[in-house]
Each structure stands twice: as C-alpha cells, then as structure tokens.
C-alpha cells in the first residue's frame, strides 16, 4: 500500500507488516473530570481526536491488522516510578496520589483505562509503560519482532510527550514511522504542531506525517 500525499514524501508500507499503535488514550487524560482536567487543561481539544481515531481504529480492525495500545501507568507500589519523575514540578497531584478518577497513573485505577471509544479488544496488545516512551521497561520490541511488523503507524496523545517520545523510540530501532496528524493532539496546538514538522523534517529524520483521510483512502 502506499500513502502518496503522506510528508514529507510517500509512505509504503504492507499491512502484515504494519502495526497501529495508540498512545495513552487512557480517561484521565482525555476525559473531563480527570487528571488532565485537574491541571486546568482543555481536554475537548484531545477529544476532538476520537472520531478520526476510530475511524482509523475500525478501518485497521477490518482489515485484520496488528492493533497496539498503551497506557502510562505504573505500579501500585510505584516501584517503577523513579523518584525524578514523581518529584518533578509542583503539581497539585502527584503520580500515585488520588486523582477525581483514582490514583492518578497507577494501573488498574479508572482513570487509567482507555477510554471506551476505543477500548482494547481481545487479541490486541495493550500495554502499561512506565515511562513516556512505548518501547522503555515494556516487551513491545520484543512483540513486534514476533510477527515481523517493520512499520508503524501512531495515534494518540500527547503529541510531543509519549507520541513523540515512542516514535523516536521506534525510529532509532529501525520502524518505518507514520503520524496521522489529525489522531494525535496536545493540550498545547503550538507544541503539536512544532513536532509534527520535526518529526518529517529533513528527508522523514523521525518518520513521515499524512491524514486519517489519506491513510483510509489507502487501506480501502
Ligand atoms: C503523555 C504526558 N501520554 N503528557 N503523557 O503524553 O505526561
């Protein structure tokens, strides 16, 4: 398949081989009355995302393709949260404390799970990742090699935090990376969109960009 119009020039890539990997689409950032909210965020500019989303979530789902999730979620105990991150700034909630939906990223509290609109399915890969990266202290390289998956196309939020951070993850181990530009979105629109010309500047130096409407043209 091909993305022709894909950033900063076309995209090739074959399904078997593709994965769509969905970053931190979990409630308390996205949803209002969560954590995300709590900061004094505007989460509609993050839900505004979802349809798109779906639309890509369902067309790859059809087609029987490699659908991975994350969510930035430690432990209980918080043993594999290092004290850095915890301590860093002067939020009025920390990692661990109790957040409006939970203890505020710490998995298997609600605010943690992905919101229903595109809630993991059974056969798909959903992992909690402790860091802001997909690939850090997780088995997804490991997984990916399993089924010879070369490429990868992301969605998700937020763009410049765990989006940007997981493509460059997947770019220096080799994955052939896709950002669909209107599935991924910032609580800042500034920082999204100085890394969306980051990531395809200089000949694709982080990986290509291209629309949910473009992809879907392709796939279908
Ligand atoms: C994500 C964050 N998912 N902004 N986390 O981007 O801390």
Redo the contacts with the bound molecule.
Sequence with gaps: MKLGTAKPFPYEFELKRTALVI??MQRD?VEPGGFGESLGNDVSLLRAIIPSCQAVLNAWRELGGLVVHTR?AHRPDLSDCPPAKRSRGNPSLRIGDEGPMGRVLVAGEPGNEIIPELAPRPGEIALDKPG?GAFYATPLQGLLQQVAITHLVFM???TE???QTSMREANDRGYECLLLEDCTESYFPQFKAAAVEMFRAQGAIVGWTATSAELLAALA
């Design positions: 970053i931190d950032f930035e802001k998700g939020v937020t935090v765990c989006v």
